[in-house]
């Protein structure tokens, strides 16, 4: 049994950025800067833009960092994303969800151009995700990919079986697994709320990927000897036995499906790790003008 | 066992939208205008976009034949593409493929503004179905969920199996009927050239969309008993049971899988009738801006 590590698996793909980073300043290339929005300034979301920040910096990017008050009007943070849209300095930018309420998320998403939508959820992306064309694929299937990629994981004719149909996870995943391409070529099993005998359905899989949000669901009853399991869950629980009193759980009983597998990832240490370098590597792609 | 009367349900939706056209006439509002470029003269592409002038005649919409010679450049056809864009008069349009070597398909599907592209092809409107928002639907489908849903037929927690990954049939049509609505609510299983016990997988399913175009490959072995079999495929081969000395064949061994099956669409007269039917509806949406 190998346990993917995303951890490594991230600083590996970091490194290599930045080293190209490197060669396009000696260069006198243009260096990639990514831009982020942040609306209001709740907790989780100056964690989450503080660590893109902090991993362009890490691997040489510049990076722009918008703060809107929480009280911004849809209308305003749609002039902010235009100007960000026409401003040739920056490659790519994201706007950190969730927003407060008195803005459309769809609305926002689809103001940004696709040229700079380096988290991948401009329907023109999307859509070229579906239809094979280059394009920025969101960052948690892009890293779910470069992991199985990197430990040359077999997947032609394999059955996956993904469980969640989100549009950032389950969905997207359960079309890129089915590409005629490397990693690809499953036969694929989207499953949800609405489907019956799980169980049996994940029995007979290859790789299942999970991603219903569910803490430790998976069982070893659904997991059949030699699966490649890949956890997108995570859920924060308490806990007597860590500092902070709390610790994350994947959507997989890891202590008792690990043993029965070829390949698994943890939680936390696995998939996670790989959604900011996913980020940068879409940002690097948009920087050397790869898509569009 | 039902047989799926794909032309009986043709007929009947286009009844519906002739009647909503004789009421925007005489409420004085815009007909619907549906236009068409066709390159070249090849016979199954003149074929083709006669049936779809027909069908407009049929329903009281205008439509709009553009015709260019074989040898257009692609320059002067997105040039065309761009003024039909630009036409107010114009709700939506078509260019029939396939094109001759010198022009890229992807360019001039890319090249269509999406308001106006009622096949559903460009990125755009693919990504805009992968995420559940309004669009127009591609033809095959579009077809295939009308008749899901004139039939009644259920859906919700069945297992689909689709066979076949192409991006204007197999893939869509997939991601369709994992949707969490009606149609929809499927467990899909996507399967392809590199599946492996492809007839297991088929044995198991409640549904199965066959649209890999291989003539009478899917039978009777493959189906369970009480099976919907939904029949996309079309092979003309040679005849002298026919006048003309060729008939259609779809994917599906008929004789010997229809009577296992709860319903079934027979090749022609299935899924066939419904393609133009489809457009006609996606360009009714687009005259009265349901979608943009």
């Known amino acids: 049994m190998t346990i993917i590590d995303g951890k490594k698996i991230s600083e590996e793909i970091q490194s290599e950025i ?3 980073v ?3 300043k000696s260069s006198g290339g243009k260096i990639p800067n990514l831009a982020a929005i942040l609306v209001g300034n709740s907790g989780a979301s100056e964690i989450y833009v503080g660590g893109k920040v902090k991993a362009c910096e890490k691997v040489g990017f510049k990076s722009t960092l918008v703060r809107l008050p929480a009280s911004v009007s849809e209308n305003d943070l749609l002039k902010t994303i235009a100007e960000l849209n026409d401003d040739k300095d920056i490659d790519g930018f994201i706007v950190q969800l969730p927003l407060p ?3 459309s998320e769809q ?3 689809e103001a940004i151009t696709p040229e700079k ?3 991948g959820f401009h329907p023109a992306n999307v859509g070229r995700m579906a239809l094979n064309l280059p394009t920025y694929l969101p960052a948690t299937p892009y890293g779910i990919l470069q992991l199985i990629e990197r430990y040359k994981i077999e997947t032609a004719g394999k059955h996956c079986v993904v469980i969640g149909r989100s549009h950032i996870v389950g969905s997207p995943i359960s079309i890129l697994m089915a590409r005629n391409t490397y990693p690809g070529n499953c036969t694929i099993t989207l499953t949800h709320s609405k489907t019956k005998n799980l169980k049996e359905i994940c029995m007979n899989a290859d790789i299942i990927i999970a991603a219903l949000g569910k803490a430790e669901f998976l069982t070893a009853e659904y997991v059949k000897h030699g699966a490649v399991v890949i956890d ?3 859920t924060r629980v308490k806990s ?3 500092k902070s009193g709390w610790k994350l759980l994947g959507d997989v009983k890891y202590d008792e499906v690990a043993p029965k597998c070829s390949f698994i990832t943890p939680v936390p240490g696995g998939v996670g790790p790989m959604t900011i370098t996913s980020l940068l590597m879409n940002t690097l792609k948009a920087s050397k003008k790869e898509i569009y």
């Open 18 to 20: 930045a080293e190209e």
């Open 22 to 24: 490197l060669k396009i």
């Open 101 to 103: 309420k008195q803005i």
């Open 107 to 109: 609305k926002v998403i």
């Open 117 to 119: 939508d380096v988290d």
């Open 232 to 234: 997108i869950g995570i």
């Open 240 to 242: 007597d036995k860590t």
